[in-house]
């Protein structure tokens, strides 16, 4: 059985009551999926744990969105699909079932101010009406061959990973196209999974990503990213997502301290002390459950190897916000039309239907991109809503325009993540920093999704990563 972790009253300041101090085995920071399954793991080998987590609720990037009438939708982390199986496992322990991302009828493609449709059944999938696609099948097959040439989870040891190093997706999509629809849904396809600019991104860490979206006997395609039937996007969570994290948080009981950030961690004497606000906790080994952007701004003493310390300055996040308008029916599938599109103009640029499963009533999620978002920085709440509803409205008909309610949901406003939906890594960092993602630093271990091998980026790399890192700590002490 787990110890307890211990508490000890710490001698009473005349001035101000001490923080409470505390031991423990491990101190994991950040309650997020990789924290909560790395706690569950290290609890379950006996170990005593504290958990340290900024909010005041569990989940991080996955969250469900308030509604405004006592309900919520997705407002981060959404989808999950086949091969995904550590998310899903988890998932089926903490009962929470999944349904089908309704994908029936037509997708809507918006390009040069011309709104067209498409089937999302044709012998190659779901491809858009555009003279491009051919150009753009061309380059995917190219890019197809590279992903099978990256090692999952060391995409630095690949034979060309100096070469792919070196350049932007945006570069390589240039050079291997012609047309500008090939172009324009290339750059869509970085956009929607990584919500940042092609020209942001190591092809290096594009070609991993795609390796990364399998399992341990199904090679990681491009298609299996993308796609919604077969793919990352097929199915969500009964409930919301929220709901895994929030009942395995509920598991956890009283070793999760909310409202809790750190500030500072030392490692000194063999063990680490962690003080965060209003707790301290010594331990003999503490892990660090998120991205490497928001884990640079914990202080550390020593100061930590320079790999790592340049690692963290060099991994930024995407940018991204979900905006969500709420309707009394699922209208859009009156009218034969899935709920999914692809816009170039208007501040969404892609949809998808986020209905309840029984479709009692309709709800259109729209991804507000990282270069969509930075235009609406200084706009007003009212602004921002009349942008999204715009874009619905140009995408699905002027019903859209009138919803019962919206809701937005910015994660580059949020501080506990700095954007979403994942850390990326511009040319260079993977071949060079790439090794210091995972590598510990003395008693200071590191989880996260983008610590991941298999589906770096979404639930299931969070999941590995922490059931990686309790195995790595439990070893270690
Ligand atoms: C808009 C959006 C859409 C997404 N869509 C999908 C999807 O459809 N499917 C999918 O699988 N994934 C999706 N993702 C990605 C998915 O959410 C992440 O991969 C996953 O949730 C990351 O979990 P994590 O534990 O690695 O990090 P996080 O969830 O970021 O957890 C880190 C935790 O640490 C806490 N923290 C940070 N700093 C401190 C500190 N100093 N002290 C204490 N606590 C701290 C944070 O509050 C947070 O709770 C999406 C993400 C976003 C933002």
Known sequence: AASAPSAAASPASPAAPAAPQETADVVVVGAGLSGLTAARDLVAAGRSVVVLEARERPGGRVYGLPLGDGTTSEGGAEFIGPTQDRIAALARDMGVATFTTYNTGKNVYYRNGQRSLYATDGILGAVPP??????????????????????????????????????????????????????????????STLSVRSRDVSLLYLLHYAAAAGNETTPGTIDRLINTKGGAQESRFVGGSQEVPVRLAQRLGDIIRYNAPV?????????????????????????????????????????????????????????????????????????GLTGQAVADSGAIDATFDNSPPDGSRGILMGFINQTNIRKLDAASPDAVRAAGLDSLGKLFGDTARNPVRTAIQRWDNETWSGGGPVGIAPPGVLSDYGPALRAPCGPIHWAGTETSDYWTGYMDGAVRSGERVAKEVHAAL
Not at 164 to 171: L, N
Not at 293 to 322: C, E, F, N, T, V
């Open 130 to 191: 555009d003279w491009g696609v051919v150009d753009l099948e061309v380059a995917l097959l190219k890019l197809g061959e590279m992903v099978k040439q990256v090692p999952v989870g060391r995409p630095w040891e690949a034979a060309k990973a100096e070469e792919w190093d070196s350049q932007t997706f945006h570069t390589w999509s240039r050079s291997n196209s012609l047309s500008s629809g090939a172009r324009f849904l290339m750059d869509e396809f970085c956009s």
């Open 263 to 335: 500030r500072s961690i030392t490692a000194e004497d063999g063990g680490v002390t962690v003080v965060a606000d209003g707790i301290t906790v010594t331990a003999k080994r503490v892990v660090v459950a998120m991205s490497p952007a928001i884990a640079g701004k914990i202080d550390y003493s020593p100061g930590l190897p320079a790999s790592r310390a340049q690692l963290m300055q060099r991994y930024p996040m995407g940018s991204i916000a979900k905006f969500v308008a709420v309707y009394d029916t699922p209208f859009w599938r009156a009218d």
